[in-house]
């Protein structure tokens, strides 16, 4: 076609290019990775907005923690070495059951059913109702510990001499002799390794000295290659009611416990 100049004489042959530029359309990219300055996209992102929690993230947290606590209780302990000696020192509350304490003003405080929950030597006497232990033993197996051991301390409402007139005052501290047999529980399996205790001892600082037998439980932990930590409680029954406070009465037996001792176990050798 023929093109003008710009007095608008024609000026032979030129190739068309198009309208003039002021006529054109805006030029359109097909596809663009930016956003329009204005385009929804970018005033959302402009725009500071808060997310909801997660709550599966919350949920997953608390399951972790679970399971952590699990492995924690659940992890292996090393076993006790065969053939070796042990020692053990312990210190915890004392308590007794038997006849003494009936001219307390609380009543009868120390029957049978007071085993260990009796509140009232906390508050109906100025007696510290403590006791100390200590034992030497062997592990002849993994399950299996024997040992001797001592357990004394003061125990309050033994001395019913103060509130009977034909009893004698033997005062609140008592020593016990014991000869234990020790049953561990799954050794190895937990961390947290329960055991049986069971045995005869011998209560002195009574009326008589009193014959009974042993029982009790516990558990321990493992610090370290010797060491454990354990928390128990152990309680003497003696059959002959009037050894321990000296009196015959209705409770049939009289029983002096450590419930509940703690302490630490060391084992011997390598």
């Known amino acids: 076609m023929k093109c003008r100049d710009a007095l608008g004489a024609a000026s032979g042959w030129c190739l068309f290019l198009g309208p003039p530029v002021s006529q054109r359309a805006p030029l359109r990219m097909p596809f663009s990775p930016f956003p329009r300055p204005h385009s929804p996209e970018t005033l959302r992102g402009s725009r500071p907005h ?110 019913d001499g103060k509130y009977d007139a034909d009893a004698p005052n033997l005062g609140t501290v008592r020593h016990i002799v014991q000869l234990l047999g020790r049953y561990t529980i799954a050794p190895g399996r937990w961390a947290l390794t329960p055991y049986l205790d069971g045995g005869v001892g011998t209560v002195f600082g009574g009326q008589t000295a009193g014959l009974g037998f042993v029982v009790g439980a516990g558990a321990e932990v493992p610090l370290g290659t010797h060491t454990l930590f354990f928390v128990e409680m152990r309680s003497t029954i003696v059959p002959d009611d009037a050894a321990v406070d000296g009196i015959s009465g209705s409770t049939p037996v009289d029983i002096l416990s450590q419930a509940p001792s703690v302490g630490l176990q060391y084992t011997l050798g390598n």
């Open 50 to 159: 808060r997310h909801a929690p997660d709550r599966s993230a919350v949920q997953h947290g608390w399951i972790l923690a679970l399971v952590l606590a699990g492995l924690l209780i659940a992890t292996p302990a090393a076993a006790q070495q065969s053939g070796a000696f042990y020692l053990k020192a312990g210190v915890g509350l004392s308590d007794y059951a038997g006849d003494g304490g009936s001219g307390a003003s609380s009543g009868n405080v120390t029957g049978l059913g007071d085993v260990i929950v009796d509140g009232a030597k906390f508050t109906d006497t100025d007696v510290v109702p403590y006791a100390l232990s200590a034992e030497i033993g062997y592990i002849v197996s993994p399950r299996f510990r024997v040992g001797g051991a001592y357990q004394g301390g003061q125990y309050a409402f033994a001395d």
